[in-house]
T-cell receptor, first 114, second 112 residues
């Protein structure tokens, strides 16, 4: 069984730039959720994708957007980067309809905005 | 909105001893799940244990067990026979089908 993978591991950007983070879900899973974890805090829910559509969203502005592909992998895009966007971005996958509540996490992407 | 509170920023335990991490939550929903996740320095969030709110029986996974008090909205994690590899940040989380709401975490140190 293949676990959740994320790329890249680390990323450095400057304020105002755009970034794309990638996630491959665990085999057999069809739902992907994204979380932002600032240093010293718990993860905050950004949004979830199911059947290639946004299926729920947390309190994040529209410059945070995403995609899900037919193979259930997903991208997180952040436009007009701000210094406060510096964080660990976690992707989690689950199986909608059977055990949707249980989410399995990838290793994360560390984003630094200068 | 759901909130999850972990009132112990740091805890320490002697190797082979037992430690309990506290968590309280607030929700108006009746159907939900509760989780404990472990995040070691490698940053990978690892599922430790899961509890369905409709089940009265407390979940157990090997050395890990929970004390789930639904009326009090309390969900504590007990780690028995603590091992050096248990050292990590532990997060309590409330879950529905769509999202997890996390607490601020408890940093657990295991002393040899």
């Amino acid at each position: 069984e293949t676990g959740v993978t994320q790329s890249p591991t680390h990323l450095i950007k400057t304020r105002g730039q755009q970034v794309t983070l990638r996630c491959s879900s665990q085999s057999g899973h069809n739902t992907v959720s994204w979380y932002q974890q600032a240093l010293g805090q718990g993860p905050q829910f950004i949004f979830q994708y199911y059947r290639e559509e946004e299926n729920g969203r947390g309190n994040f502005p529209p410059r945070f957007s995403g995609l899900q592909f037919p193979n259930y992998s997903s991208e997180l895009n952040v436009n007009a980067l701000e210094l406060d966007d510096s964080a660990l971005y976690l992707c989690a996958s689950s199986l909608w309809g059977l055990s949707t509540d249980t989410q399995y996490f990838g290793p994360g992407t560390r984003l630094t905005v200068l | 909105a759901q909130t999850v509170t972990q009132s112990q920023p740091e805890m320490s335990v002697q190797e082979a001893e037992t430690v309990t991490l506290s968590c309280t939550y607030d929700t108006s929903e009746s159907d939900y799940y509760l989780f404990w996740y472990k995040q070691p320095p490698s940053r990978q969030m690892i599922l430790v244990i899961r509890q369905e709110a409709y089940k009265q029986q407390n979940a157990t996974e090997n050395r890990f067990s929970v004390n789930f008090q639904k009326a009090a909205k309390s969900f504590s994690l007990k780690i028995s026979d603590s091992q050096l590899g248990d050292a990590a940040m532990y997060f309590c989380a409330w879950g529905s089908a769509r999202q997890l709401t996390f607490g601020s975490g408890t940093q657990l140190t295991v002393l040899p």
